[in-house]
T-cell receptor, first 112, second 110 residues
Framework: NAGVMQNPRHLVRRRGQEARLRCSPV?????VYWYRQLPEEGLKFMVY????????ESGMPKERFSAEFPKEGPSILRIQQVVRGDSAAYFC??????????FGPGTRLTVL | RKEVEQDPGPFNVPEGATVAFNCTYS??????FFWYRQDCRKEPKLLMS???SGNEDGRFTAQLNRASQYISLLIRDSKLSDSATYLC???????????FGAGTQVVVTP
């Protein structure tokens, strides 16, 4: 009974490179959420997706960040041209809809 | 002003003692309330939902005061394993977008 899976767990990028973070929700969950946790801060909502649709991206930075949840495969959070301020823990959560969200172990992104 | 505010602590608690702490939220339209627990920057895990009438789960008791817009968590008979950061979480959306406080750190000492 696998929970939410995220990979990689740790990702190091140099400034200007691209980062791709993957999230496989709990089997049967069609709702995926991405949150970011900066050092010494709480988690901040980024985006909410259902299969093939972005429902709410009000927490996504306007530039360089994008997310998708294709019909097949994991949800992807993509950060283009990373900067040092993007260094954070990125958590994915899934739910079957309007119920408890189950969180993955997170991806820790370090930008050098 | 932050949407969810918590005392960061740390609350240093002797094993077996009781500890309580609050959080406040700014949006009066908030619908759902939770306490999550986070260990050493690992993923948050749901501790308990918070209901208007207050609710208890073992050694943990949560209260909600809508008029004053605060939520409380009380831990009785603290265990060493209760050492963690407790996250106050609020949702204003029916589909469950969560707003997190920065957390209250609890350290239970022998």
């Amino acid at each position: 009974n696998a929970g939410v899976m995220q990979n990689p767990r740790h990702l190091v990028r140099r400034r200007g490179q691209e980062a791709r973070l993957r999230c496989s929700p709990v089997k049967g969950h069609s709702h995926v959420y991405w949150y970011r946790q900066l050092p010494e801060e709480g988690l901040k909502f980024m985006v909410y997706l259902q299969k093939e649709n972005i429902i709410d991206e009000s927490g996504m930075p306007k530039e360089r960040f994008s997310a998708e949840f294709p019909k097949e495969g994991p949800s992807i959070l993509r950060i283009q041209q990373v900067v040092r301020g993007d260094s954070a823990a990125y958590f994915c959560a899934s739910s079957p809809g309007n119920t408890e969200q189950f969180f993955g172990p997170g991806t820790r992104l370090t930008v050098l | 002003r932050k949407e969810v505010e918590q005392d960061p602590g740390p609350f240093n608690v002797p094993e077996g003692a009781t500890v309580a702490f609050n959080c406040t939220y700014s949006n009066s339209a908030s619908q759902s309330f939770f306490w999550y627990r986070q260990d050493c920057r690992k993923e948050p895990k749901l501790l308990m939902s918070v209901y208007s009438s207050g609710n208890e789960d073992g050694r943990f008791t949560a209260q909600l005061n809508r008029a004053s817009q605060y939520i409380s968590l009380l831990i009785r008979d603290s265990k060493l394993s209760d050492s963690a950061t407790y996250l106050c979480v609020v949702s204003t959306d029916s589909w469950g977008k969560l707003q997190f406080g920065a957390g209250t750190q609890v350290v239970v000492t022998p």
